[in-house]
């Protein structure tokens, strides 16, 4: 029997209100009001290196550097590592603009590479070709949060004498192999922007285990300073990236709670996943092979071309599934029209950009309950769009 759509008047699959975000609670209010109340509200007070040295712990990385927020992290990461003017930055057709823009705010060119079918993470078998004389780096996007190929990746940088640097903006807390998104490359990134799985409003990080680069990054983001003189010497054209004191803080009160939080999302989005999978016409987002922890910023699956995407969201909102916006693929945005190579296409990201459908982080911190009714709802609104 087929059952009514919720649109339609019949009964919703998902029951109960799934949680909100950003979440918040005591912690953040007492840590908030604390540093109001120290007058320390730049980056002299407390707030700042704890969180620096709770999330460097946390994820077993050497050095994290705050910042405020993910996109500067990217050009501070490049600028660091003398990348500029001529200069060619491979990055995953299928991803945030920030990542193609960061190069650009630099006189580099980003260079697009198609997308794997399964993890949707950039096809390392396709970066090869997308080298030149020029190519000085390549940014792996934890789409998602699901980790890229690194051990090819870095393979390919190590025969090729380029540079790595991981946004990580999706994947925060994510594990492969023992090792964690931020710590495989010369340098990560990371964004707290308000709708990330760990959030402050507006914030990010870089993070590094090379002392070295660490430096270099330290002096770039306060002002050209080196790390053991705050005063007014200057050796590096530096400018103010600096992360303040109310967003360390609500990152703090934020850190506990994350903690559990990457737990529940794994395990309810390995459930939701593996439901989904049985669902004709849908095709979720593989794990990478060796992946430990998915970071879930989404949950993401492709939509059989057949199914009018745009109907489709329509109805499973309806149901109460937390329907996300989708991006767009890189090549097709305006201010990439100039650096594009004639001819050249990219068919897995064009296929996520039309065809994929993405469910929001907080629903994965439901109860296990409604996770099983997510996929009921999907399950429902597919049987209703192909009996027609």
Known sequence: MKLKLAMQGGPKAIKGELPPWPIWGKEEAVLL????????????????????KSFAELLNIKHVLPVFNGTIALVLALETL????????????????????APLKLGAKPVLVDVDPNT??????????????????????????????????????????????EDSAHAHGARMNGTYAGG??????????????LACGEGGAVTTNSDEIFEKLFSYHNCGRPSSEPNYVHDLPGSNYRLGQFQAAVLNGQLERFKEQVVIRDRHGKLLTDLLDKIPGITPQ??????????????????????DRAEFKKALQAEGYLVQ??????????????????????????????HSVWLYHNALLGSEKQIRQMAEAVEKVVKHFTSK
């Not at 001529?86 to 603009?97: A, N, Q, R, S, W």
């Not at 495989?184 to 799985?197: E, L, M, P, V």
Request: charged share 25%.
């Open 286 to 307: 593989k794990r990478a092979n060796g992946l430990e922890v998915h970071g879930h910023y989404l949950l993401t699956f492709m939509l059989d071309k057949k199914i």
């Open 82 to 101: 003398g990348i500029g003017q001529g200069d060619e930055v491979i990055i995953p057709d299928y991803t945030f603009m920030a990542t193609a823009v």
């Open 120 to 165: 949707y993470c950039i096809d390392p078998s396709k970066i090869e070709e997308a080298i030149t004389d020029k190519t000085r780096a390549i940014i792996p996007v934890h789409l998602c949060g699901n980790i890229c190929d690194m051990e090819k990746i870095l393979s390919i940088a190590e025969k090729y004498n380029l540079r790595v640097i």
């Open 325 to 354: 916006l989708e991006y767009p693929s890189i090549h097709s945005l305006g201010f990439m029209k100039p650096y594009l190579e004639e001819g050249k296409e990219y068919p897995v990201s064009d296929d996520l950009a039309n």
């Open 33 to 52: 009001k604390k540093t109001l109340d120290s007058g320390i509200w730049g980056v002299m007070g407390d707030e700042i290196p704890q969180f620096s």
């Open 184 to 197: 495989f490359g010369d340098i990560g990134t990371f964004s707290f922007q308000s709708s990330k799985t």
